[in-house]
Each structure stands twice: as structure tokens, then as C-alpha cells.
């Protein structure tokens, strides 16, 4: 997915988010205001120091909830859709750790602060991967054989979204320090056990 894309959003999730990318280049236009419009791709991880994660009750963002039922606070989880035109029939999605997003927004404010001109950039790696492929990543890292039900697709899911993230890199000279998925669920994994011990 390239950042010239056409943009035709299928969820209202994804209507909120173009909409608000056309009021901001209407107010930079109004008011000459440079920015950089940063189209995250799937945020997942947590701080490599657990100080932060993310805390929000009924989560349903795939890696948070797989992670969450290997440790036993959920009784299984759902793998919505397995007859994707995909190689195992599963979403495919491009999965950026959260502490390089960070550093992509402090890349942008640098970028704007020496005059750069408004921009709208992708934050990706530039590969996916699979439910499934997820699943048995949490599965690995965590060595618990959690439960998985396959369910039918939900409406709105595209088959793959993956990014064309070079436009990021070079504008920005932004260069990701956590791409890879083993990282991102080890992390998520830290950051559970955590919030798992405040709790008790």
C-alpha cells in the first residue's frame, strides 16, 4: 500500500481516519501550516522497559489478545476469517512495534522544525504477517498451547494491508530499531505479565 493509494475506506474506522486527514491539509492550506500526516500500520509491542503498554480493558487488537489468553485471562480467542486469498486463508498484516512509531513521530517534528514540507508517510515495515503467523509466534515465545476457535470474516477486513514504508525512511531518515515480530511479541509479552502482577 503506497501513500498515493487510492483511498476508498471499507469500515467507518477507516472513513474517521481519511476524514481526518482532510481537515488537516484543509487547515495547513488555510493557515500555511506544514505537517506530516503518519498512516500508522498495526501498532503492537510495548516499551523494551515496561514502562508503558497498552492498558485498554477488552482489547481487540490480534497480538494484545493472543498474548492475553496465553497467560490465561482470556479462555481462548478467535481467528476471524481463514478463506482469505492469502497462503493459509488468514488476514495479513504489517505489524510495527510501537517504540519505533515513537521515534517516527519525533523524526517528523525534527523533519518540520529544519523546514521540511508537509507530508504524508506510511508507518510500516513493508512486510505482513498472517493471523496464524501471529498465533504461533505468541504461542512459541510464551510455550503455552493456548485455544483458537476459526470463526467467519467480520465485515470490513481486508484480505492484506501491508506497507510501502521507503517514503518514511528517506524523508524522515527514520530507521526502525524493532522490526521483527519475535521482538514485538516478547515485549507485549513483558508488558502483560506486568499489568498481570499490579493487579494482584
Known amino acids: 500500500m503506497t501513500e498515493n493509494a487510492q483511498l476508498q475506506p471499507i469500515s467507518p474506522y477507516g472513513w474517521s481516519k481519511l476524514m481526518s486527514e482532510v481537515m488537516l491539509r484543509d487547515a495547513g492550506r488555510a493557515h ?3 505537517h506530516v500526516i503518519l498512516r500508522y500500520f ?4 510495548a516499551d523494551p522497559l515496561c514502562r508503558a503498554g497498552q492498558s485498554s480493558k477488552a482489547a481487540t487488537h490480534l497480538i494484545k489478545v493472543a498474548v492475553e489468553t496465553a497467560l490465561g485471562m482470556r479462555a481462548g480467542m478467535q481467528v476471524f476469517g481463514t478463506d482469505y486469498p492469502t ?7 504489517d505489524y510495527i512495534h510501537v517504540s519505533d512509531l515513537v521515534a517516527a513521530h519525533s523524526d517528523a517534528l525534527a523533519y518540520l522544525r529544519s523546514g521540511g514540507a508537509s507530508a504524508t508517510l506510511n508507518c510500516g515495515y513493508g512486510r505482513g504477517f ?11 515465545v510464551s510455550g503455552v498451547d493456548f485455544k483458537v476457535e476459526l470463526a467467519g470474516r467480520r465485515p470490513g477486513d481486508p484480505a492484506r494491508i501491508v506497507a510501502a ?13 524493532f522490526d521483527d515480530l519475535q521482538t514485538i511479541v516478547i515485549h507485549a509479552l513483558a508488558w502483560e505479565r506486568k499489568l498481570a502482577m499490579r493487579a494482584t
Do not use: M, Y
Open 32 to 34: 500555511e501550516l506544514n
Open 42 to 45: 498495526n501498532v503492537a509491542g
Open 87 to 93: 497462503p493459509d486463508g488468514t488476514c495479513i498484516r
Open 130 to 140: 498472517s493471523v496464524l503467523d501471529v498465533i504461533e509466534n505468541v504461542k512459541r
Open 165 to 177: 514504508a521507503d517514503r518514511a525512511r528517506s524523508t524522515l531518515n527514520w530507521q526502525p530499531h
